[in-house]
């Protein structure tokens, strides 16, 4: 199957402090990638859906000043959170797909803990 | 309103014996997709199989296979002859086309495969 990675895999920060997080897609041209954060024990919640060149569409609740994403080349987008606080801690995963397919693939997800 | 249910929080399977994770959805689109993902302790989500709401005949890939009634609205997995490294949390998604397409995760299904 098609590989992506995300950088990087673990990240503990202090409140205020932004972080950035890369998904890239190794092996493809990922047309779309898509940004989500995991509670523990909780399912995948989509925050954002990004295509190549353009704008992110954020889902409703979703800060877009807060939750920053790029997707500037077919095989990079970036997810950066904004004046980290606690409550942003949480598992992100991205994940991408390329033209013509429904099937996504995912990254191997990006702890992130805020003290 | 879109939706996947998975409404098996956790199950049990001897080893070498077949299992079944229950998952039904609703959507008033004529085309969507259903997925299953795998995401063991590690958090990596692993693409398992594919379903296409057009597809006649049910998807298998190797040990999987999706039971598809589209009438009751169901796609449940079927896991053949489990192995310890099955033991994981299994995601079932619907992909929806909502401007661009997304997916609608189920709240997953902890499997533990006994020796």
């Known amino acids: 199957g098609a590989v992506v990675s995300q950088h990087p895999s673990r990240v503990i920060c202090k409140s205020g402090t932004s972080v950035k997080i890369e998904c890239r897609s190794l092996?493809?041209?990922?047309?779309?990638m898509f940004w989500y954060r995991q509670f523990p024990k909780q399912s995948l919640m989509l925050m954002a859906t990004s295509n190549e060149g353009s704008k992110a569409t954020y889902e409703q609740g979703v800060e877009k000043d807060k939750f920053l994403i790029n997707h500037a080349s077919l095989t990079l987008s970036t997810l950066t959170v904004t004046s980290a606080h606690p409550e942003d801690s949480s598992f992100y995963i991205c994940?991408?797909?390329?033209?013509?397919?429904?099937?996504?693939?995912f990254g191997p997800g990006t702890r992130l803990t805020v003290l | 309103a879109q939706k996947i249910t998975q409404t098996q929080p956790g199950m049990f399977v001897q080893e070498k014996e077949a299992v079944t994770l229950d998952c039904t959805y609703d959507?008033?689109?004529?085309?969507?997709?259903l997925f299953w993902y795998k995401q063991p302790s590690s958090g990596e989500m692993i693409f398992l199989i594919y379903q296409g709401s057009y597809d006649e005949q049910n998807a298998t890939e190797g040990r999987y296979s999706l039971n598809f009634q589209k009438a009751r609205k169901s796609a449940n997995l079927v896991i053949s002859a489990s192995q310890l490294g099955d033991s994981a949390m299994y995601f079932c998604?619907?992909?929806?086309?909502?401007?661009?397409?997304?997916?609608?995760f189920g709240t997953g299904t902890r499997l533990k495969v006994l020796a």
């Open positions: 959507t008033s689109d004529q085309s969507y997709g």
């Open positions: 998604a619907m992909r929806v086309a909502s401007g661009t397409y997304k997916y609608i």
């Open positions: 092996d493809f041209q990922a047309t779309t």
């Open positions: 994940s991408a797909s390329g033209a013509g397919t429904d099937t996504q693939y």
